[in-house]
């Protein structure tokens, strides 16, 4: 057996003992079923029994109403402005025609059609990602938010096909080349190359007492609060007004909703 030979086989061989091992790592941590990480919850946390989003898309004007947004939330929790397809999303804006494929009403007014739909993680009741994830590096929260851990992440990219919504960014290339020009944000973590990564509804935020990040940004725009309190700012909005979802159909249940 030639040199070359006996080291491709050394190779094939380690690599199959690691992939065996690797497997056998997973299997094991889904059968143990290992504790989610918490928030460590302040004095003045803000608490809910379920945390939802309501957005009144009718009090913006167009795309640059929604920069203070994402810049507000982008800034805090030390997103990367990786350019081209790689580009790292939380809060991003798309059409009509994108956030809501399943509207089938033809007669939608083209004002509606054309103007442009903030889009983030929908933190919904049934998340499917949450149940194709192999270490629970995602995993719900007990007030609904679905949160990540990103030393758990192990980047299988499950989570990704498992999002009906497109929520969710890869980190392909080495994030922490790609921060803001000014210093990150030391109270949230940097992430590094071959994790996913999402929005999170600012649960660090809300830890501390303070509402998210876009929410504070928006002016009164988009409503943060309690779902199952009939008295909160977004059951009375919803009560008052028409809200749509995006694809309710596919029973996730989520946890944002738009005001047309």
């Given at each position: 057996?030639?040199?070359s ?25 889904a059968?143990?079923k ?15 029994k ?6 009144d ?62 889009l983030?993680?929908?933190?919904c ?53 790609f ?13 590094m ?7 999170t ?24 609060g ?14 008052a ?13 989520p946890?944002?909703?738009?005001l047309?």
């Open positions: 057996m030639n040199t030979r006996r080291s491709f086989l050394k190779v094939a061989g380690l690599s199959a003992f690691a992939l065996t091992s690797g497997m056998a790592a997973l299997t094991g941590v059968e143990a290992i504790a989610p990480g918490t928030y460590e919850r302040g004095e003045k946390a803000l608490k809910a379920r945390w939802a989003m309501v957005i898309t009718r009090k913006f004007s167009g795309p640059d109403d929604y920069k203070p947004l994402i810049e507000a939330c982008h800034k805090v929790h030390n997103v990367p402005a990786v350019p081209g397809d790689k580009n790292i999303k939380w809060f991003w804006l798309d059409k009509y025609q994108h956030v809501f494929p399943d509207d089938m009403n033809p007669h939608l007014n083209e004002k509606s059609k054309q103007a442009s739909y903030p983030l993680c929908n933190h009741t049934n998340p499917p990602c949450v149940r194709v994830c192999p270490t629970q590096a995602t995993y719900k929260m007990e007030d609904g938010i679905v949160a990540m851990d990103y030393h758990r992440c192990i980047g299988c990219r499950f989570c990704m096909a498992g999002c009906p919504y497109g929520a969710r960014s890869f980190n392909f290339v080495d994030p922490r080349k921060l803001p020009a000014e210093a990150p944000n030391p109270a949230y973590p940097t992430r190359i071959g994790v996913v990564e999402k929005c509804f600012c649960a660090e935020r809300l830890a501390e007492g303070k509402m998210p990040a876009c929410v504070e940004a928006s002016g009164g725009k988009i409503l943060f309690d779902l199952e309190d009939p008295n909160s700012t977004v059951r009375q909005a919803l009560a007004n028409f809200s749509i979802r995006r694809k309710p159909n596919l029973g996730t249940q946890g944002v909703y738009y047309i």
